[in-house]
């Protein structure tokens, strides 16, 4: 009966009448321009999506016990169907979904609810402040002495290869002989 009443509830939010089907996880994440939703469901034969305006909607039969999927969601703002772009295998989906007025929306659906098989993608995932093209920074040209020049410099620290500016090493309590063991 639990499990039955949890089918219900997902197939509600979703605006599906039909309970024999329930639906695939999603992820998502944003940019100003643009939604990414994947749609994560394994093995999956006959897949059909469709856009419509705020509307998006995924069917599909597959995971690992050969189910009926869907989902249908209102989303918070519209989409451009004609520039949104779709790309998949049999394990999962991946929608480029781009929106008609660019800006950054507080949640992806219209409806304020949390759903259950949906979760934010953190690996795609911008905020409003990050740059669209921000550089790594292994890419950036990095300089440790001008760095340390504009911060005061290193205050007699050295990091080259243990030599004084007069070219000679100064001894060192490691390099001392040590007594033989008995």
Request: proline content about 3%; hydrophobic content about 30%.
């Amino acid at each position: 009966k639990r499990k039955r009443a949890i089918n219900m509830a997902a197939s509600t939010k979703t605006g599906s009448g039909d309970i024999s089907s329930r639906p695939p996880h999603l992820e998502w994440a944003q940019r100003k321009d643009k939604v990414f939703i994947t749609v994560l469901l394994e093995n999956c034969k006959d897949a059909k999506h469709e856009l419509k305006g705020h509307t998006f909607t995924f069917k599909g039969k597959g995971g690992t016990e050969n189910l009926d999927h869907e989902v249908t969601l209102e989303l918070f703002g519209e989409m451009d169907s004609e520039t949104s772009s779709c790309k998949g295998n049999d394990r999962k989906f991946f929608f480029t979904l781009m929106k008609k007025e660019q800006g950054f929306w507080p949640r992806l659906t219209k409806e304020k609810q949390k759903l259950h098989f949906l979760k934010t993608d953190f690996n795609l995932w911008k905020d409003e402040d990050d740059t669209e093209d921000e550089e790594a920074p292994e890419k950036e040209d990095f300089n440790l002495d001008a760095m340390m020049s504009q911060m005061g410099g290193l205050n007699g620290a050295q990091f080259g290869g243990g030599e004084e500016e007069g070219g000679e090493e100064e001894p060192d309590s490691d390099d001392e002989e040590l007594p033989d063991l008995q």
